[in-house]
Nanobody, 122 residues
Framework: QVQLVESGGGLVQPGGSLRLACAAS????????MGWYRQPPGNQRELVAR???????TYANSVKGRFAISRDNANNTVYLQMNSLKPEDTAVYYC????????????????WGQGTHITVSS
């Protein structure tokens, strides 16, 4: 199995910064993509940022220029640096990874972290 563990959430004032981290562990041969999603209160889960192996990162329009996703491939970890936070960034943030688990198969599986709460409020 594969586990994703997120860290770095909390309460921050508008204009502040936070950095999220998500470490993947378990039966991992390779990870083709990792990303961050969020679910604001009363709304559906939405993509925040995503990064593929060897490809450029993609961002939701609402976070472009404020958030930056990065990845440590050696440690199967993805980060989300969030700057200039706004109250509308308040949400539960989830990490996501697309994982190949065995050398004997080419299938990839999608895993999710448990979520970390971010509240942007004065």
């Amino acid at each position: 199995q594969v586990q994703l563990v997120e860290s770095g959430g909390g309460l921050v004032q508008p204009g502040g910064s936070l950095r999220l981290a998500c470490a993947a562990s378990g039966s991992i041969v390779s990870i083709s993509a990792m990303g961050w999603y969020r679910q604001p209160p009363g709304n559906q889960r939405e993509l925040v940022a995503r990064i593929t192996t060897g490809g450029p990162p993609t961002y939701a329009n609402s976070v472009k220029g404020r958030f930056a996703i990065s990845r440590d491939n050696a440690n199967n970890t993805v980060y989300l640096q969030m700057n200039s936070l706004k109250p509308e960034d308040t949400a539960v943030y989830y990490c996501n990874a697309q994982v190949r688990r065995r050398w004997s198969e080419v299938n990839e599986y999608v895993y999710w972290g448990q979520g970390t709460h971010i509240t942007v409020s004065s």
